[in-house]
């Protein structure tokens, strides 16, 4: 039997999920770019959700590619969120409520087992957005094991949070900040403001006199050392929640999109 040809792939379809098998062949014969969100489940203080890091990361892929397809002409249809990878690299955070850890060497693996496959199938360009600083390092080594193994599929990786310098310095941070701290909340507020337990948001580590030697060395980001994140304080979180505004959310969520749609325009061209 033959199959049908198609010309077109409806204009509606952002998730490579809802692509048919007929969309997918045309996708890859337009050299679409697959943008894949990954986060972790694991503890974000007495007032964020477990998932904060994939519903941020997973927010930030669809707005990237929603805004693809409405800037130039043509670009509809030349690039998809795939679907998220919901677990990570949370060692760090397995003494407190929630975490589930896959490690490593797991996180490598899938990762690079899903890009094998891409690859192989034709696609050449894929994009990972991690919410979860934690996969930054296992997103460098299936990097470099891409290049040994496929050297000419484009991978690339991003954080979140870290893309908008700008928007976070201007957020009202104490002196120890970060996990489930102002910036994480101000973007969850701006997402959506019921998954955040106001009532229980509320500070951890403020203060680098608070740490205890080895804690507070940690927070050195060259050389660099780690501790699990009941150390900086009972309910792990870093800064002080309590001032988080949507307002700010958006500004920081703003300029992350910014900074990505820009670079996949680049990545489209290759």
């Not at 994939?54 to 030349?78: F, M």
């Not at 891409?118 to 360009?125: E, M, R």
């Not at 991690?130 to 299936?142: C, D, E, R």
């Not at 941070?173 to 507020?189: A, K």
Request: charged share 20%; glycine share 10%.
């Amino acid at each position: 039997m033959t199959r049908p040809a198609i010309t077109e792939i409806r204009p509606h379809i952002r998730d490579y999920a809802e692509l048919t098998s007929l969309e997918v062949e045309l996708a890859k014969d337009r050299g679409s770019l697959l943008v894949l969100p990954v986060g972790a489940c694991e503890q974000h203080g007495d007032g964020l959700p477990l998932g904060t890091d994939n519903i941020r990361a997973d927010h930030v892929a669809h707005a990237v590619v929603e805004q693809l397809a409405g800037g130039a002409q043509g670009q509809a249809g030349r690039a998809f969120v795939l679907p998220s990878i919901d677990y990570g690299v949370s060692p760090h955070h397995r003494f407190l409520p929630g975490t589930i850890n896959i490690g490593p060497q797991l996180f490598i693996d899938l990762i690079t087992s899903i890009a094998h496959q891409l690859a192989d199938a034709g696609f050449a360009k894929l994009l990972v957005i991690t919410g979860h600083g934690g996969n930054l390092a296992s997103l460098g080594v299936a990097q470099q094991s891409l290049l040994e193994t496929h050297p000419d599929f484009v991978f690339a990786y991003a954080p979140v949070s870290a893309l908008a310098p700008e928007s976070t310095a201007a957020l009202p941070r104490t002196e120890v900040s970060g996990h489930c701290g102002e910036s994480e909340t101000s973007q969850m507020l701006a997402i959506d403001a019921h998954l955040v337990d106001t009532d229980h948001l509320s500070p951890g580590a403020t203060r680098l006199d608070d740490l205890d030697p080895r804690a507070r060395l940690s927070r050195t980001k060259s050389p660099s050392t780690a501790v699990t994140f009941d150390r900086y304080a009972d309910n792990g979180v870093l800064g002080d929640p309590r001032t988080a505004t949507a307002a700010a959310g958006e500004g920081i969520l703003g300029e992350v999109i910014s900074v990505l749609v820009s670079y996949c325009q680049e990545l489209q061209k290759l």
